[in-house]
């Protein structure tokens, strides 16, 4: 993909995000996205607490799953297909996660991204790695 191209995919991706709707909605925003790189962030609201009173696991899951999202998507149109997580330190409410994906291998029709989510201190709280299918 020529850099033109590359920059062109960017700002439609970015366009169409407030479509993207459950991680919209969960107040997810973009904060840097390049070729085959996305970083998104979030607060933890109330709504988001498990029983402990600590960030939800589906919660900090779906912030690193739209960052793997988001970088595999400037690659061409690609869909998730096998990721695992590890949480290695709740979070609390009201803190700011950001997590930041990058692009480890791409193959014709794979890709392979490593997503880490930590606090604004740099404070690692889940460690995400995700296989998607390329479909272009
Ligand atoms: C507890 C452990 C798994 C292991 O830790 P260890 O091997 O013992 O290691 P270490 O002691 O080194 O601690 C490392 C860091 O962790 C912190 N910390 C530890 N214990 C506590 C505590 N009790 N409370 C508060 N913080 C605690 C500790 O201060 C340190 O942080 P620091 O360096 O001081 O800033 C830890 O990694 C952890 O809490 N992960 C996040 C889990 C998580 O949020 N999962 C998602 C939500 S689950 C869900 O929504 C659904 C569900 C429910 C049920 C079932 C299934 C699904």
Redesign the pocket.
């Known amino acids: 993909m020529s850099d033109n191209n590359m920059e062109q995919t960017i700002k439609d991706i970015k366009a169409k995000f407030n479509k993207d709707y459950f991680p919209f909605n969960l107040g997810i925003e973009i904060v840097e996205l390049a070729a085959g790189f996305a970083q998104v962030k979030f607060t933890v609201t109330k709504e988001m607490q498990?029983?402990h009173g600590?960030?939800?696991?589906?919660a900090?899951f779906t912030l690193a799953d739209t960052a793997l999202g988001l970088a595999a998507n400037t690659r061409g149109k690609a869909v998730g297909l096998q990721v695992s997580i590890n949480?290695?330190?709740?979070?609390k409410p009201q803190t700011v996660l950001i997590a930041t994906a990058e692009e480890e291998q791409l193959t014709r029709s794979t890709g392979i991204y490593n997503v880490t989510v930590a606090t604004e201190a740099g404070?690692k709280v889940a460690l995400f790695r995700g296989v998607v299918f390329r479909s272009n």
């Open positions: 498990n029983l600590m960030a939800h696991g589906g900090i949480y290695i330190r709740p979070a404070k």
